[in-house]
């Protein structure tokens, strides 16, 4: 579908010609979320075209709350690519960026064989990327990141409808970074590792309306290791690791129907079971990748004591590649937790309380879902 705000393309005259048909500049705004694994993508079978070793699920933030902004624009006036980010002109492309702008210019020269439409094949482009949440929320960027520069890319060079996704969207947010694939489409999204080029949107966002994440920060550095090089040396060192990949499909089928059945409690079972493998995958690596500090850990066991002592289980966390809990809760229980959290981080919640703890609405992105 189209229509909505999350893609906008315009054409325009930024010189005065003759013939007022050419067209001097086009550029595309566009935006996307983070998202959150509940069943972790972990570890690559080809490093190059970034091809999982095993599916994924997870669930992507409300724009509303979290976004990466992107602007593209091309115009046969600028010199060379260039790539802002923050509004800083950047000294160089990233190399997964350059990537990225290869890969759309030899496809669409492919294509303009057979149609000479695509003059602007040889403009450079300038890339514009803001954040709407800190660096120091401890929420990845590179898959809202790259997903929103994926869309900006490819409806400015393959003129599709805005806010399609197309094969090559999906590939070129998957070279960017492989978690970036999931982040093309709203709600609840699979990534299928026997069919890398595709993820899917299984359900809406409006299919579990009472769902909340809470994410706490412990810690705002960057981690210690790359999801990249460590999952690269968890696939040569973990034996573990092996087992997990047996039961990652298994997990995902039974996961897909707790959120059909809004069954919290199997859902919460699964998800920090996963989050639980994944921190002893990369414990069992070697030499070892450690993600979780001492404040995880407190927050790991505080949710199972709560959960005990409500004699039904109110709370889930997980853990992406760093020490920051992302928390499920259901509406009628938010309120309770938030005080829990208060009383148990009173630091936190005293000084930044705002910054540090963010309640998020699920939200899809009703163009391409
Ligand atoms: C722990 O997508 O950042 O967040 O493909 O090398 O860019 P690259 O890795 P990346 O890895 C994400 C790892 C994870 C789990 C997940 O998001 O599924």
Redesign the pocket.
Known sequence: GNGDTNVTLTETNTSPTKDNSIVQKRSVSCRTAP???L????G?RNDEL?I?ENS?Y?ITLSEDDLCTHTTISMSPEYKCDTFYYENVKQKEIPK?MQHLLDEIRRRTSKRKLDNDHFSYLNWSVEIHSHNTFPSSSGL?S??SA?SSIAIGLSTLFEDTEDGTITPTCSYLA?I?????I?SLYGGFVQ?YHKDPALSECMYPAEQWPELRIVILVFNSKTKPI???DA?KRTTQTSSLYKERLKTIDEKIEQLNLAIKKRDFENFSNIVMRDSNQ?HAVCMDTYPPVMYLNDQSKHFIQLVHEYNNASKITKVAYTF??GPNPFCFILQQHLDEFLDLIKYFYPAQTQHRFHDQIKTMKLNRIPTMC
């Open positions: 998202n959150i694994a069943i972790k993508y972990w690559k970034i999982p994924s997870s997964r990845a590179s898959a790259y998957r960017g970074s492989g978690s970036a999931r990534w790359s999801s990249t999952m994944f992406d590649a």
